[in-house]
């Protein structure tokens, strides 16, 4: 991976109070979250089945976030949580009102909106992970935080897979920019975005 792929603010000390305030409707959204990261994945699998490299990393992304949402189910059946019928995620979907239109381009912003997405959950998981007071959460949100990061990276190294690893930089940085007023332009709630 060449140049810089950092997200372009923090989130803020009212984020995580209230998620740790709200923990059981975070756990909620949090699983959410991950099935459709399994979702989107297979979703690439399906639309570019004509890139190899790609489909073998996405099938394996897939699993990876599959068995996340096994794992925040659990959590959740231990806190007598259930699931709740799917509902718009409207952080994902202020980011996915700047993709832009053209093949080439249109899969581009799909990895590199993926991967500010992905950064943002290690982030946040890393945050929740520090300052969650039960000690198996914790290890959980840290292992959590490690994978996310991992993804955040991997988007990007499909993206210098198929694109020259300049118009990846600038292009990350658009992106790392429209994420930042996005977040800032959304309340806060008690949810991973």
Known sequence: MTGDYSLKS?????????????FDEFLVD????????????LSLVAHYPDRPQLINAMI??????LNHFRQVVRVMNKRALVLVPDRKDAYVNHLRSHMRDGSDKYFLDRLLSAS???ARGAERFALIADKVEDTDLQSFYAALARSEASHHHL??????????SNEVTTRFEEW?????QVLEDLPVHARLH
Request: glycine share 0%; hydrophobic share 50%.
């Open 10 to 22: 923090a989130s803020s000390l009212a984020w995580l109070t209230t998620v740790l305030d709200n």
């Open 30 to 41: 949090h699983a959410a979250n991950e099935r459709k990261a399994s979702s989107m994945a």
């Open 60 to 65: 394996d992304l897939a699993l990876e976030e």
């Open 116 to 118: 500010v997405i992905e």
């Open 155 to 164: 988007f990007v190294e499909l993206a210098e897979v198929y694109f020259d």
């Open 176 to 180: 790392a920019d429209i994420e930042k």
